[in-house]
T-cell receptor, first 112, second 112 residues
Framework: DAGITQSPRHKVTETGTPVTLRCHQT?????MYWYRQDPGHGLRLIHY???????DKGEVSDGYSVSRSKTEDFLLTLESATSSQTSVYFC???????????FGPGTRLTVL | KQEVTQIPAALSVPEGENLVLNCSFT??????LQWFRQDPGKGLTSLLLIQSSQREQTSGRLNASLDKSSGRSTLYIAASQPGDSATYLC???????????FGAGTTVTVRA
């Protein structure tokens, strides 16, 4: 398995509070992604990164920001959490000769 | 925009039967195609990766084919087992991008 960890794995927070999710990789892959997965919507891309300090928006980026100060770490921040951001969040990486994509174990976030 | 479709959305078969899962995509200009497995409450596990220049890939009981010209891929699972019960997702990476387009998945139940 690719070396991807996500923290925390579970979090319950209240509406209006800031939340930061962390993704850490040990594969030295260039590309990193944040997705959310919700019933009936499948996997949706929030933000992605194509290098240190290089990030761009995905299809559902409103209310989220990201940062990548090191190759191995990609942070997702919810500046002011809302109940609509209750979801399972997956980090993913890709790179190498084949471009194969790997996923982390996910973070289950509940916003009350 | 690449559209990826997986039909059927759900499939139930008796143990021992061969599984055939279908994936279709609208734009044949792809870099690679990847099949994933997702168990309930878990992350995505990469099963097979087919590069655009390849016609098929095999791993154990799994075989995936790719026909770019017709925009189709098929995942075959031989002699299904109850442990094969999961959701299987197909994802396509365009040749000019590094973001995957996902199908909605096929949920497979193998009855003992």
């Amino acid at each position: 398995d690719a070396g991807i960890t996500q923290s925390p794995r579970h979090k319950v927070t209240e509406t209006g509070t800031p939340v930061t999710l962390r993704c850490h990789q040990t594969e030295n892959h260039r590309y990193m992604y944040w997705y959310r997965q919700d019933p009936g919507h499948g996997l949706r891309l929030i933000h992605y990164s194509y290098g240190v300090k290089d990030t761009d928006k995905g299809e559902v980026s409103d209310g989220y920001s990201v940062s990548r100060s090191k190759t191995e770490d990609f942070l997702l921040t919810l500046e002011s959490a809302t109940s609509s951001q209750t979801s399972v969040y997956f980090c993913s990486i890709s790179g190498g000769a084949t471009g194969e994509q790997f996923f982390g174990p996910g973070t289950r976030l509940t916003v009350l | 925009k690449q559209e990826v479709t997986q039909i059927p959305a759900a499939l139930s078969v008796p143990e021992g039967e061969n599984l055939v899962l279908n994936c279709s995509f609208t734009d044949s200009a792809i870099y690679n195609l990847q099949w994933f497995r997702q168990d309930p409450g878990k992350g995505l596990t990469s099963l097979l990766l087919i590069q655009s220049s390849q016609r098929e890939q095999t791993s154990g009981r799994l075989n995936a084919s790719l026909d770019k010209s017709s925009g189709r891929s098929t995942l075959y699972i031989a002699a299904s087992q109850p442990g094969d019960s999961a959701t299987y997702l197909c994802a396509v990476r365009p040749s000019n991008d590094y973001k995957l387009s996902f199908g909605a998945g096929t949920t497979v139940t193998v009855r003992a």
